[in-house]
């Protein structure tokens, strides 16, 4: 008898390419991390009155890049990119760049919310349902860089990279202002998580979501909690403002901020 097969042989996936060269690009900057925990319980009972209502699902990832992009907008150097010349230079529109799982087990799409904080979250939500069905409606999905991009050898890509990030307006146009990453939305529990910013001065890493009792007007009851990391290149963003502007989105995220006038 033939002895059975110890492993299997699966490619590897080109586009994955793209997430090994980030991994590498990032390690080489200084980056800091934020731990935040928020009661999110009024923000999850309006989505969940709205299903309730109407049958539809709220996209709680749109309801976060809301805020996200709200928060921001409320000091935008917190986005700033650096240039050749060594000046900063700060843009007004919030280009949030999202990830996209469109397949389970697939690579997920890197889809730019454009001038997110001029958009409402009933804007962005159905913006990212359209990708979601989509996936070919997402400009990074479709364009010759998604496509051709991981064929190319490694030194092309970092040749490719290094002309990004020495002209600011190409790399928001490419790779948008900041990013969010959504590492705990797919299963249950607390938990952080930390990632690497390659190209943006700002990310936000979405942890786990879990009900703990909390204290309300003097009151112990159960309540809803996210666990957000907010990362900051330290080299432009200090850690005085990146408090402040933690703040700013701990208010925003647990005021429901969007949903009491789009649900």
């Not at 586009?15 to 923000?43: K, M």
């Not at 705990?184 to 938990?191: E, H, L, Q, V, Y």
Request: hydrophobic share 40%; net charge positive.
């Amino acid at each position: 008898m033939s002895k059975p097969a110890e492993y299997v042989s699966e490619p590897f996936p080109a586009a994955r390419q793209f997430v090994v060269d980030a991994g590498r690009w990032g390690a080489r900057r200084h980056v800091i991390h934020g731990l935040l925990e928020l009661d999110v319980t009024p923000a999850r009972q309006a989505i969940q009155t709205h299903k309730s209502r109407t049958g539809e699902t709220l996209s709680f990832t749109a309801f976060v890049v809301t805020c996200f992009a709200q928060a921001i907008d409320q000091d935008k150097r917190v986005q700033a990119y650096r240039n050749w010349r060594n000046q900063l230079i700060v843009f007004d529109e919030v280009d949030v760049v999202i990830m996209i799982e469109a397949e389970q087990g697939g690579v997920a799409i890197p889809h730019i919310v454009r001038a997110a904080n001029h958009k409402t979250f009933r804007q962005i939500h159905e913006e990212i349902r359209a990708v979601q069905m989509r996936p070919a409606r997402s400009e990074q999905r479709s364009g010759g860089l998604a496509r051709f991009g991981p064929l190319l050898p490694v030194w092309t890509r970092d040749l490719f990279h290094w002309w990004l990030v020495k002209t600011p307006v190409r790399l928001k146009r490419y790779g948008g202002t900041c990013i969010v990453t959504s590492v705990g939305m797919f299963g249950k529990g607390s938990g952080w998580g930390v990632g690497f910013l390659p190209l943006h001065t700002l990310g936000l890493t979405v942890g786990g979501l879990t009900e703990k009792p909390g204290v309300v007007e003097g009151q112990i009851v159960i309540r809803e909690y996210l666990d957000l990391t907010l990362s900051f290149d330290h080299d432009i963003v200090d850690g005085a403002p990146a408090a402040r502007f933690a703040q700013k989105l701990k208010g925003l995220i647990e005021s429901g901020y969007g949903l009491e006038v789009d649900t």
